[in-house]
Structures are given as C-alpha cells and as structure tokens.
C-alpha cells in the first residue's frame, strides 16, 4: 500500500514563507508525477502546483512566481516551498503521487493534508 505523509504546515505571517515536505513510502514500480493541492473545509480541492516526470512545473495562477515545486526521486520525496504568503493561501495543503504500481496498473494516492495558516 502506497502511503503520503505530509509536514511543515504551520502559522505564518502575511510575507513569511513555508516549506512543505511529502514522502511516499510503500511498493510501487514508480512515481510518475506528484503535485500539491489545497483545500478549505467545504471548498473544493485545487491544484497549486504539479511536477510532471520530475522537472517540468506547473503552477496555479495565484501561486505562480511565489511558490516552487521539487522533488528527490531518491527520497521519494517532493517539496513545496512556499514565499511571500498571502492570509488567502491559507488552507489545507494535500499532496498527491501519481504512480505506477508493482503490477504495471496506474493509480494515485493522496495525504491526510497539513493546515498553513497565514495570519498576523
């Protein structure tokens, strides 16, 4: 079973920055994408940024030139740094691995998100 987890949420103030981490760990036969979403209660879940066979980005409108998208193919791992919050990027960030299971069959997995609160 393929799992995410998620950390470095937290409280900021407007302009701050933050960096968010992900790791997946369990059996798969590759990662083929990962990105970050975020979400309010209630609200629907948008993208923020996705990492496309590891190096081409792309980025939601609001984030773009704020916030940068990486990854450690050795670590499993990918990074959202974030720069210059806005008390508007205030949500749940999720994060999420396309991949390629042990049999050859696509899917996807999620995290259980971490809270980025941007306030003074």
């Known amino acids: 079973q393929v799992r995410l987890v998620e950390s470095g949420g937290g409280l900021v103030q407007p302009g701050g920055a933050l960096r968010l981490s992900c790791v997946v760990s369990g059996s798969f036969f590759s990662i083929d994408k990962m990105g970050w979403y975020r979400q309010l209660p209630g609200g629907p879940r948008e993208l923020v940024a996705i990492l496309l066979n590891g190096y081409r980005a792309e980025y939601a409108y609001s984030v773009k030139g704020r916030f940068i998208i990486t990854s450690d193919n050795a670590k499993n791992a990918a990074y959202l740094e974030m720069n210059n919050l806005r008390p508007e990027d205030t949500d749940v960030y999720y994060c999420?691995?396309?991949?390629?299971?042990?049999?050859?069959?696509?899917?996807?997995?999620w995290g259980q998100g971490t809270l980025v609160t941007v306030s003074s």
């Open positions: 999420k691995a396309h991949y390629t299971s042990d049999y050859g069959a696509y899917a996807h997995a």
